[in-house]
């Protein structure tokens, strides 16, 4: 017995001997994938022991440490798309791979950001949309926006004029609320702006992609900032190798591309033949003929050069890049100019443990900007009156009202905004295990605008020089600590993230005003020198908010067959009431490869996924920081008997709400993705169903108790459903001519469901409409035309029926005149103006270094109130001021009324671009050389009778004024224009 025990013992000793050396003797492999087309990084790449179970994927930088047996020889490379590779490591601690890809399903692998981390692109389980830079736009692109305009099916990008100042209107998905910004978050490089028209800033050619999260529960990671939806935008990076320089640069000539058909002197002089009738103040003559449109008109050459380094190694990598941009208006006086500079680096050390990038913007613009005022004076002066008098200076006419000189007016008005946008961020992970990563992020974003305004005196409007001085701040800072955890364990992929969020936010503003200054020549420089009083001479404010938040995210892959995501994120904010600033926003996804079971056999059929999920997002944008409390404010002054003076009073002019809230968003999505015939069709559908409850609006409430007669409550609900459908053809392939061929299309409908409730302290709103948007015009300022009406959608038109005039030239409306109504006040009818869908195609087209191509782009079944006709096609305004040929024959001799008369159909299809380039390689110390043309809103189809039919859904960020296209007051159009381009792009090695 003592023998058998002793043999036992002395086996074990013998098995530690050997075995648990063995057991240590693991040895750890690390090293980095990248692409072989273009040398970038390779995240979710598949790395496995050869024969074990042992295995884990590359983080997002395409870099991986592996843990092996010492006995190892092979490692595994795996990626979905691309070759499987086999890498022996016997003896080595590295293994950089490049991997090659192939022909797989849904055409390319791609790798898009989806907030806080990414994902391949055939893994997502969201509706996400990706624009990689060889899809965007062509042509003269200032403002990033335009490189995606009309590319991706829910997004409804607008510029509504051709004003290089003008902040492009964004919309995603639809109208998500009945009041506040609408726009979408830009998260830049991981750093969320806090000011959509920041991202307008950014120079074009530093951008390498977009994505874009459309429905709730892509993100509703970012809560209450991705309520209107989220665009990711990557800049472009560094990559490991030489040093590359490159240059991107294109010169353009840009005019207006359409002119209203106002009277000339010839036409004048026939529509009114009675000399006696004509005006003659204003140094009138019929040899004169003065076309004012073109009068304030120029040709303008705009220009764009953006000058780029990159390079690094294996532990580090830069790009640095310069951009200049110079876009003259084509309006006299106006413009813009930007200088601007980014720079982003990547450091590893610690035996690639520690991952380091970092990044800096800096941008600063120069902008002349045009009174828009002055730009509806065109139709008020007559052909017969000269710009300039004989000695050479400005004709300073009044000829009535608002009929000044335009040339004048905009010429000698000083109108200028400095801005300077800076953005610096930095994030630091470090790998505590091959799957286990925690890091911190830390970001400012700091804007300041300086405006100097000056308006010398005009003698035909007998009014005094005056200046003003703004200066404005808007300055965030935001941080977080984050963590993630990736691991594979056999067919089954985990992925984890957890997030700790900080933002502040800062507002404040100083202005200082003068009139009838001393030494006009000084322009606002001294504003100490007038000697008039300004009703305010001087003014200042200040305010900050506070976001706070939590959040995790769970992904889950079971063999490349089923997904699951699942995330949570609660935000606390400062603008809602003590005890309603919390709130949790919850998002759930599933996904089903039936490629991969149902479908195996179909050959046909080379992917397709199903998707659907379930999310939910908070609002707080249609409120100030302080809307939730009682605010006082200036009111009349009163008599101080005891000092005899008149001080200000104050007054109340907000109720609190202590029980204000967040709008909160539910969205349903279901999605298709699928890639057909070899490859050759790909797309996706989406079919969403969204409703947005306790709408945040200020409602009308009772007095008393209430000190003000409305206050900011959550009343109401709002829907949207829509379904989106994107598709891509290569029709041809092989080494002739290829031809690509894509195109979306987008379907939404928004329904106000109900304005209607019970406050948390009881009292009832009963809302059955309310007016939002005015007619524009003499007399009808404060005309309401438009609605938000429970069972139609946002904007509705109430307007009378137009049934043509009587014999005496009189409008009817119904059959009946105006006159024939109690308080001449005809029935009104409602008309939704809204499209019935949006769409866009590109064809794309290549053969050997040629390439061609062409975006189509349009609209159908929209309306538009053509305000701009109301005011000036009426022949009441003859001899006075100026009309056009139609209103000499359509009959009508009554004065202007809004009616659906002037409620015209606005479908359009527009060539928005199209490009024709050649490549030159094989150059000694060049990389490529690219040489194109390509010219912007070539001709454009549609039967409305303005200036263009896309008009902005937010006119000087005034949402109320949607569908109305008015050239009247500070509404005036700035043309839109036609622009053609030449350009190149250049590689040197």
């Given at each position: 017995?003592?023998?058998?025990?002793?043999?036992?013992?002395?086996?074990?000793?013998?098995?530690?001997?050997?075995?648990?050396?063995?057991?240590?003797?693991?040895?750890?492999?690390?090293?980095?994938?990248?692409?072989?087309?273009?040398?970038?990084?390779?995240?979710?790449?598949?790395?496995?022991?050869?024969?074990?179970?042992?295995?884990?994927?590359?983080?997002?930088?395409?870099?991986?440490?592996?843990?092996?047996?010492?006995?190892?020889?092979?490692?595994?490379?795996?990626?979905?798309?691309?070759?499987?590779?086999?890498?022996?490591?016997?003896?080595?601690?590295?293994?950089?791979?490049?991997?090659?890809?192939?022909?797989?399903?849904?055409?390319?692998?791609?790798?898009?950001?989806?907030?806080?981390?990414?994902?391949?692109?055939?893994?997502?389980?969201?509706?996400?949309?990706?624009?990689?830079?060889?899809?965007?736009?062509?042509?003269?692109?200032?403002?990033?926006?335009?490189?995606?305009?009309?590319?991706?099916?829910?997004?409804?990008?607008?510029?509504?004029?051709?004003?290089?100042?003008?902040?492009?209107?964004?919309?995603?998905?639809?109208?998500?609320?009945?009041?506040?910004?609408?726009?979408?978050?830009?998260?830049?490089?991981?750093?969320?702006?806090?000011?959509?028209?920041?991202?307008?800033?950014?120079?074009?050619?530093?951008?390498?992609?977009?994505?874009?999260?459309?429905?709730?529960?892509?993100?509703?990671?970012?809560?209450?900032?991705?309520?209107?939806?989220?665009?990711?935008?990557?800049?472009?990076?560094?990559?490991?190798?030489?040093?590359?320089?490159?240059?991107?640069?294109?010169?353009?000539?840009?005019?207006?591309?359409?002119?209203?058909?106002?009277?000339?002197?010839?036409?004048?002089?026939?529509?009114?033949?009675?000399?006696?009738?004509?005006?003659?103040?204003?140094?009138?003559?019929?040899?004169?003929?003065?076309?004012?449109?073109?009068?304030?008109?120029?040709?303008?050459?705009?220009?764009?050069?953006?000058?780029?380094?990159?390079?690094?190694?294996?532990?580090?990598?830069?790009?640095?890049?310069?951009?200049?941009?110079?876009?003259?208006?084509?309006?006299?006086?106006?413009?813009?100019?930007?200088?601007?500079?980014?720079?982003?680096?990547?450091?590893?050390?610690?035996?690639?443990?520690?991952?380091?990038?970092?990044?800096?913007?800096?941008?600063?613009?120069?902008?002349?900007?045009?009174?828009?005022?002055?730009?509806?004076?065109?139709?008020?002066?007559?052909?017969?009156?000269?710009?300039?008098?004989?000695?050479?200076?400005?004709?300073?006419?009044?000829?009535?009202?608002?009929?000044?000189?335009?040339?004048?007016?905009?010429?000698?008005?000083?109108?200028?905004?400095?801005?300077?946008?800076?953005?610096?961020?930095?994030?630091?992970?470090?790998?505590?295990?091959?799957?286990?990563?925690?890091?911190?992020?830390?970001?400012?974003?700091?804007?300041?605008?300086?405006?100097?305004?000056?308006?010398?005196?005009?003698?035909?409007?007998?009014?005094?020089?005056?200046?003003?001085?703004?200066?404005?701040?808007?300055?965030?800072?935001?941080?977080?600590?984050?963590?993630?955890?990736?691991?594979?364990?056999?067919?089954?992929?985990?992925?984890?993230?957890?997030?700790?969020?900080?933002?502040?936010?800062?507002?404040?503003?100083?202005?200082?005003?003068?009139?009838?200054?001393?030494?006009?020549?000084?322009?606002?420089?001294?504003?100490?020198?007038?000697?008039?009083?300004?009703?305010?001479?001087?003014?200042?404010?200040?305010?900050?908010?506070?976001?706070?938040?939590?959040?995790?995210?769970?992904?889950?892959?079971?063999?490349?067959r089923f997904y699951a995501t699942a995330s949570i994120r609660n935000d606390r904010s400062s603008k809602f009431g003590a005890n309603f600033q919390s709130a949790y926003f919850p998002a759930f996804d599933l996904a089903y490869r039936l490629k991969r079971d149902l479908l195996n056999n179909v050959e046909w059929i080379n992917d397709l996924k199903l998707r659907v999920g379930f999310g939910e997002t908070g609002n707080q944008n249609p409120i100030g920081p302080?809307?939730?409390?009682?605010?006082?404010?200036?009111?009349?002054?009163?008599?101080?008997?005891?000092?005899?003076?008149?001080?200000?009073?104050?007054?109340?002019?907000?109720?609190?709400?202590?029980?204000?809230?967040?709008?909160?968003?539910?969205?349903?999505?279901?999605?298709?993705?699928?890639?057909?015939?070899?490859?050759?069709?790909?797309?996706?559908?989406?079919?969403?169903?969204?409703?947005?409850?306790?709408?945040?609006?200020?409602?009308?409430?009772?007095?008393?108790?209430?000190?003000?007669?409305?206050?900011?409550?959550?009343?109401?609900?709002?829907?949207?459903?829509?379904?989106?459908?994107?598709?891509?053809?290569?029709?041809?392939?092989?080494?002739?001519?290829?031809?690509?061929?894509?195109?979306?299309?987008?379907?939404?409908?928004?329904?106000?469901?109900?304005?209607?409730?019970?406050?948390?302290?009881?009292?009832?709103?009963?809302?059955?409409?309310?007016?939002?948007?005015?007619?524009?015009?003499?007399?009808?300022?404060?005309?309401?035309?438009?609605?938000?009406?429970?069972?139609?959608?946002?904007?509705?038109?109430?307007?009378?029926?137009?049934?043509?005039?009587?014999?005496?030239?009189?409008?009817?409306?119904?059959?009946?005149?105006?006159?024939?109504?109690?308080?001449?006040?005809?029935?009104?009818?409602?008309?939704?103006?809204?499209?019935?869908?949006?769409?866009?195609?590109?064809?794309?087209?290549?053969?050997?270094?040629?390439?061609?191509?062409?975006?189509?782009?349009?609209?159908?079944?929209?309306?538009?109130?053509?305000?701009?006709?109301?005011?000036?096609?009426?022949?009441?305004?003859?001899?006075?001021?100026?009309?056009?040929?139609?209103?000499?024959?359509?009959?009508?001799?009554?004065?202007?009324?809004?009616?659906?008369?002037?409620?015209?159909?606005?479908?359009?299809?527009?060539?928005?671009?199209?490009?024709?380039?050649?490549?030159?390689?094989?150059?000694?110390?060049?990389?490529?050389?690219?040489?194109?043309?390509?010219?912007?809103?070539?001709?454009?189809?549609?039967?409305?009778?303005?200036?263009?039919?896309?008009?902005?859904?937010?006119?000087?960020?005034?949402?109320?004024?949607?569908?109305?296209?008015?050239?009247?007051?500070?509404?005036?159009?700035?043309?839109?224009?036609?622009?053609?381009t030449f350009g190149t792009n250049v590689s040197f090695k």
């Amino acid at each position: 017995m003592k023998l058998r025990n002793l043999l036992k013992l002395s086996c074990l000793l013998l098995l530690c001997f050997f075995v648990l050396p063995a057991m240590a003797q693991n040895k750890t492999i690390t090293g980095k994938v990248t692409d072989s087309k273009d040398g970038s990084a390779m995240p979710g790449v598949s790395v496995g022991v050869k024969g074990t179970t042992i295995g884990i994927t590359t983080d997002t930088n395409g870099s991986f440490s592996l843990s092996v047996p010492a006995s190892a020889t092979t490692l595994v490379f795996s990626f979905i798309g691309y070759d499987k590779q086999e890498v022996d490591i016997t003896g080595k601690s590295t293994a950089n791979i490049s991997m090659i890809s192939t022909s797989t399903s849904l055409n390319e692998v791609i790798v898009v950001s989806v907030g806080y981390g990414s994902q391949r692109k055939k893994d997502l389980t969201g509706a996400v949309s990706n624009v990689a830079s060889k899809d965007f736009n062509q042509g003269a692109i200032i403002n990033p926006l335009q490189q995606i305009q009309g590319k991706v099916a829910g997004v409804v990008i607008i510029e509504g004029s051709g004003d290089p100042n003008q902040n492009v209107s964004i919309r995603l998905r639809g109208q998500t609320s009945i009041s506040g910004d609408q726009s979408p978050l830009f998260v830049v490089d991981g750093v969320q702006l806090n000011d959509p028209s920041q991202f307008q800033n950014i120079a074009p050619g530093d951008i390498e992609s977009y994505d874009v999260l459309k429905d709730a529960s892509a993100t509703a990671i970012y809560g209450s900032r991705g309520a209107n939806g989220v665009i990711i935008v990557n800049t472009k990076k560094g990559k490991a190798g030489r040093t590359e320089v490159t240059y991107s640069g294109y010169v353009s000539m840009a005019k207006q591309a359409k002119y209203f058909d106002l009277l000339n002197t010839s036409e004048y002089l026939a529509a009114v033949p009675n000399v006696a009738n004509r005006p003659t103040a204003q140094n009138e003559s019929d040899d004169v003929n003065t076309d004012w449109q073109r009068a304030i008109n120029r040709t303008a050459v705009v220009q764009s050069h953006n000058l780029a380094i990159s390079g690094g190694t294996k532990d580090f990598n830069y790009r640095a890049s310069l951009n200049y941009q110079n876009q003259p208006g084509i309006i006299i006086n106006s413009g813009k100019q930007q200088l601007g500079m980014r720079f982003n680096g990547e450091q590893k050390a610690l035996d690639d443990k520690l991952d380091i990038t970092f990044g800096i913007s800096n941008v600063n613009t120069n902008r002349s900007l045009t009174n828009q005022s002055d730009l509806g004076y065109v139709f008020n002066a007559l052909p017969t009156i000269p710009v300039r008098l004989p000695n050479g200076q400005y004709n300073d006419f009044g000829a009535g009202y608002n009929a000044y000189n335009p040339v004048e007016y905009l010429a000698e008005k000083y109108n200028k905004h400095n801005e300077y946008l800076t953005n610096i961020n930095a994030t630091a992970n470090y790998s505590i295990l091959p799957e286990l990563k925690v890091g911190v992020t830390g970001s400012t974003v700091r804007n300041n605008v300086q405006t100097h305004y000056f308006q010398p005196s005009f003698v035909a409007q007998n009014s005094p020089s005056n200046a003003n001085d703004y200066n404005y701040n808007t300055n965030s800072y935001s941080g977080d600590i984050h963590a993630s955890y990736d691991k594979k364990f056999g067919k089954h992929s985990i992925s984890v993230v957890a997030v700790a969020e900080k933002d502040v936010f800062y507002y404040d503003y100083f202005f200082a005003a003068a009139q009838q200054l001393l030494v006009p020549e000084g322009l606002d420089n001294n504003l100490g020198t007038g000697i008039s009083p300004v009703a305010v001479p001087i003014g200042s404010y200040k305010e900050e908010y506070q976001l706070s938040s939590l959040l995790g995210r769970v992904n889950y892959n079971y063999d490349g067959r089923f997904y699951a995501t699942a995330s949570i994120r609660n935000d606390r904010s400062s603008k809602f009431g003590a005890n309603f600033q919390s709130a949790y926003f919850p998002a759930f996804d599933l996904a089903y490869r039936l490629k991969r079971d149902l479908l195996n056999n179909v050959e046909w059929i080379n992917d397709l996924k199903l998707r659907v999920g379930f999310g939910e997002t908070g609002n707080q944008n249609p409120i100030g920081p302080y809307s939730s409390l009682a605010l006082v404010a200036p009111g009349n002054k009163y008599y101080d008997g005891a000092s005899g003076n008149y001080p200000s009073s104050y007054a109340p002019n907000q109720n609190a709400n202590p029980y204000l809230k967040w709008e909160t968003r539910v969205g349903r999505n279901i999605g298709l993705d699928f890639s057909l015939f070899n490859d050759r069709l790909t797309g996706d559908l989406n079919y969403y169903n969204d409703k947005t409850k306790n709408l945040l609006f200020s409602s009308t409430v009772p007095q008393p108790p209430n000190l003000v007669s409305t206050t900011f409550s959550n009343v109401g609900t709002l829907t949207n459903k829509g379904l989106e459908i994107a598709l891509t053809g290569k029709i041809l392939t092989g080494s002739g001519v290829n031809w690509t061929a894509s195109g979306n299309i987008n379907f939404v409908k928004t329904k106000i469901a109900n304005l209607s409730g019970t406050l948390a302290d009881g009292t009832k709103v009963n809302t059955s409409f309310l007016d939002v948007g005015n007619a524009q015009g003499q007399g009808l300022s404060s005309t309401a035309i438009t609605r938000f009406v429970p069972g139609y959608a946002p904007y509705v038109f109430y307007l009378p029926h137009s049934t043509g005039a009587n014999a005496q030239g009189v409008e009817t409306f119904d059959g009946k005149t105006l006159a024939e109504y109690p308080g001449n006040i005809p029935p009104s009818h409602y008309i939704d103006p809204s499209p019935k869908f949006n769409y866009g195609i590109n064809n794309n087209f290549s053969y050997k270094n040629w390439s061609l191509g062409f975006f189509l782009r349009g609209v159908y079944g929209t309306k538009i109130f053509n305000n701009t006709l109301l005011d000036y096609e009426t022949i009441t305004r003859l001899p006075s001021t100026n009309t056009t040929r139609a209103a000499l024959t359509n009959g009508v001799k009554s004065a202007p009324t809004q009616s659906d008369r002037w409620l015209e159909g606005a479908s359009y299809l527009r060539l928005d671009n199209a490009s024709l380039g050649y490549t030159f390689d094989h150059i000694k110390g060049v990389n490529s050389i690219r040489v194109y043309i390509a010219a912007n809103n070539l001709f454009i189809i549609t039967k409305y009778r303005g200036l263009d039919p896309e008009v902005d859904i937010a006119p000087n960020n005034n949402p109320n004024q949607n569908y109305i296209d008015a050239d009247y007051g500070g509404f005036a159009y700035y043309p839109k224009t036609r622009t053609f381009t030449f350009g190149t792009n250049v590689s040197f090695k």
